[in-house]
């Protein structure tokens, strides 16, 4: 990892990864950073910490004030916005294929086609055939993507992220991790995240 | 409540209601947003979420990353800071002379002494001798002042004030509500907070 750099620690399952990858890549672009963008698990995190599944489904008070200031985040960066049936979905098979497209040139596309089927059309990321909708969009082979990211090679490697992740002290996603190894935990931090990147400090 | 009016919830207890106390006054001067202090107790809330202390203990990833987080935070606005050797604090008697004082005119200035006491000079906010130095400072006599605060009456309003936080759906510190019952959680939220009270939206 180049100085200028940050990882980008995302889970598609992640409410507030949505708005954080809707508004990375102008802000990184502005401020000479790069970012690399490292898909991961949460699931096998919160169940480490108790949590058999999001917060903001175990506690109704901080879920409801999530809903609510999500929608009003969305409004005021004119992102386009409606809460899920479904919460937290199963991002499994969206992580495993973005894997596949971070390495080759539509990663970082998929990505937000993912987030923007979920968050803002109520689509199922967990359904293959919403994902070979995307992939096709994108003019990418779906078979072909699909065989790829359910290859063992490939499971191995997201299962790995996932153990990066927690040992680098991430609980939650977005975060956003500098190459001298600061964690800044929201989407919230994306900002200070780009100008750590950029000053060291 | 006015229009142009916020309830700023906090525990003397919160890390992050800190920094939110320090910076509130010229934000919401500049906005032209009266905000109102409103002291009341976590500890209760997050009992009945099933936490018997800070999350921030009980997960120590997330604890970590808030203390580093808390510290850069700091730095940049140039607050002094220093992480306390207890956490969190017995919050309770501060709360109780913080509504006696913002009955007078010494609540405000009092709340921030508190929160500089426990989070710059690592002071003991439960020591009754500390709390009577500040008052000292602010040129109330600490006898009459604590004589107030721990009378049946106030103790009453101070249980009310956490009953009334918790109907507003309030689960964590600080959080801040506007006239049209908005609630907007946490120290990033206060410049948003402030806007939507001038606003209305």
């Known amino acids: 990892m180049s100085e200028r750099t940050i990882d980008f620690w995302f889970d598609f399952a992640s409410t507030y990864s949505y708005p954080a ?4 890549e102008p802000l990184a ?12 698990l949460l699931g ?11 917060p903001f489904n175990l506690y109704p008070a901080k879920g409801q004030n999530m809903w609510r200031d999500l929608e009003r985040l969305c409004a ?14 199963n991002s499994l098979l ?3 294929i973005a894997l596949v497209g971070l390495d080759d040139t539509w990663g970082a596309e998929f990505c937000r086609s993912v987030f923007r089927a979920e ?18 969009g994108l003019q990418v082979a779906p ?3 699909l065989d790829a990211a359910t290859s063992d090679a490939n499971k191995t490697r997201l299962r790995s992220q996932t153990e990066e992740a ?5 609980f939650g996603a977005p975060s956003f991790v500098t190459a001298d190894a600061e964690v800044f935990w929201g989407n919230d931090r994306l900002e200070r995240a780009l100008t750590w990147a950029r000053d060291g400090r």
Chains 1, 2 share one sequence.
Not at 21 to 24: D, E, F, H, K, S
Not at 44 to 54: C, D, L, N
């Open 94 to 96: 969206a992580a495993r």
């Open 119 to 136: 968050f803002a059309d109520d689509g199922r990321i967990d359904d293959e055939a919403l994902l070979s909708e995307i992939l096709s």
């Open 76 to 89: 005021d960066l004119e992102i386009p916005f409606r809460r899920p049936a479904n919460f937290p979905q």
């Open 29 to 40: 672009r502005a401020g000479g950073v790069t970012v690399r963008l490292r898909p991961f």
């Open 166 to 170: 927690q040992k680098l002290g991430i």
């Open 21 to 24: 990858m809707m508004r990375m």
């Open 143 to 145: 078979e072909r993507a």
């Open 44 to 54: 096998p995190i919160f169940q480490a910490q108790g949590w058999p599944t999001s």
